[in-house]
């Protein structure tokens, strides 16, 4: 199902570490100079978040919030340039983003007026449930709407 992006927030960053949450802040300039070095991401932040969460905790906090920030300004720049950001965003039925927000910011890089999105009913999903669906959808190699018929999760839009 096609949604029009202005529907849609654009999800704010935070680095974390030890705890901490710091705002980060970037814009199209940076993804543009991002994409001009070819300083590419294919690790997907729900995919990889545990290796992702080891490397920032490794180093001291000034250090974690520059590489944190540079990994999401490098991964939206990635899927905007590879085209990534055409596979579907998941959605609540409320337009809340469980899944896609580097492909979101990555839409609006390239001034897409539209998204494609799979939506399902809003329900409190536990960490553990949400990796779950994460997993399933690494398992399918990306395709969500596989992910969600595995789970036995309705769709209530596509």
Avoid at 3 to 12: E, F, G, H, T, Y
Avoid at 38 to 48: A, D, I, M, N, P
Avoid at 50 to 64: G, I, K, N, P
């Amino acid at each position: 199902m096609k949604i029009p992006i202005a529907k849609l927030q654009l999800v704010p960053y935070n680095a974390v570490h030890k705890g901490k949450s710091t705002p980060v802040e970037f814009g199209f300039a940076d993804i543009d100079e991002a994409i001009m070095n070819k300083e590419w991401e294919f690790r997907s932040f729900q995919g990889c978040f545990r290796e992702l969460q080891t490397e920032w905790e490794s180093v001291d906090e000034d250090t974690s919030i520059v590489l944190q920030k540079k990994y999401h300004i490098n991964r939206i720049a990635t899927i905007a340039d590879k085209g990534i950001w055409r596979k579907p965003l998941l959605l609540y039925n409320d337009y809340t983003i469980l899944d896609g927000g580097h492909r979101l910011w990555a839409c609006h890089y390239l001034k897409n007026c539209e998204v494609d999105a799979i939506v399902i009913e809003k329900y409190s999903l536990t960490d553990s449930e949400k990796e779950t669906i994460w997993e399933t959808i690494r398992k399918c190699r990306g395709d969500v709407k596989c992910a969600l018929v595995q789970l036995r999760i309705e769709i209530i839009r596509e």
